[in-house]
T-cell receptor
Framework: DVKVTQSSRYLVKRTGEKVFLECVQD?????MFWYRQDPGLGLRLIYF???????EKGDIPEGYSVSREKKERFSLILESASTNQTSMYLC????????????FGDGTRLSIL | RKEVEQDPGPFNVPEGATVAFNCTYS??????FFWYRQDCRKEPKLLMS???SGNEDGRFTAQLNRASQYISLLIRDSKLSDSATYLC??????????????FGTGTKLQVIP
């Protein structure tokens, strides 16, 4: 079974802090994704990566950056956390083949106070 | 027009009923399609792939209509445990080194005793 592991289930940080969310997958998947999900808004793509050191902006990249130094790990960074970044953050991975689904981690509920 | 559209619902159906959801997509070149299920405050989980010829998994049937550009999910003999939000996913062909993955915003199903 594919395993996507997010470093924290719940996280509380303060406004202005630099926040790191880590995601690790164990299936050698090429593609990795970061989403946020808020009530009534569905999944919104923040950034994705289709290879090591490669990254592409999603629909809402402002206020975020990412890092993919190793194939198995994709980090999401909130440069200076703000209260409007309080959300559920979901990491996903998938192989590069066309008929391959995404697999999600359990999610991180991040609260910015 | 949104790239992937779903009726948000909620669909309130009695136990034992048959219910169907549709998901329309705008890119005629889209290649892969999936249905995910998401329970409240949990991560999305793959329910089933959608194949060109249609496919069935127990009480669930998925179909693809390329001419009209939509996929459907049919649930027969609804159970209380089917209550969840159902997300469709559309994957486009390779472009610029990667495939675009687009989620619908989901259709909420509530099965009533």
């Amino acid at each position: 079974d594919v395993k996507v592991t997010q470093s924290s289930r719940y996280l509380v940080k303060r406004t202005g802090e630099k926040v790191f969310l880590e995601c690790v997958q164990d299936m050698d998947h090429e593609n990795m994704f970061w989403y946020r999900q808020d009530p009534g808004l569905g999944l919104r793509l923040i950034y994705f990566s289709y290879d090591v050191k490669m990254k592409e902006k999603g629909d809402i990249p402002e206020g975020y950056s990412v890092s993919r130094e190793k194939k198995e790990r994709f980090s999401l960074i909130l440069e200076s956390a703000s209260t409007n970044q309080t959300s559920m953050y979901l990491c996903a991975s998938r192989p590069a083949g066309i008929h391959q689904p995404q697999h999600f981690g359990d999610g991180t509920r991040l609260s910015i106070l | 027009r949104k790239e992937v559209e779903q009726d948000p619902g909620p669909f309130n159906v009695p136990e034992g009923a048959t219910v169907a959801f549709n998901c329309t997509y705008s890119n005629s070149a889209s290649q892969s399609f999936f249905w995910y299920r998401q329970d409240c405050r949990k991560e999305p989980k793959l329910l089933m792939s959608v194949y060109s010829s249609g496919n069935e998994d127990g009480r669930f049937t998925a179909q693809l209509n390329r001419a009209s550009q939509y996929i459907s999910l049919l649930i027969r003999d609804s159970k209380l445990s089917d209550s969840a939000t159902y997300l469709c996913v559309v994957i486009d062909p390779f472009s610029g080194g990667y495939q675009k993955v687009t989620f619908g915003t989901g259709t909420k199903l509530q099965v009533i005793p």
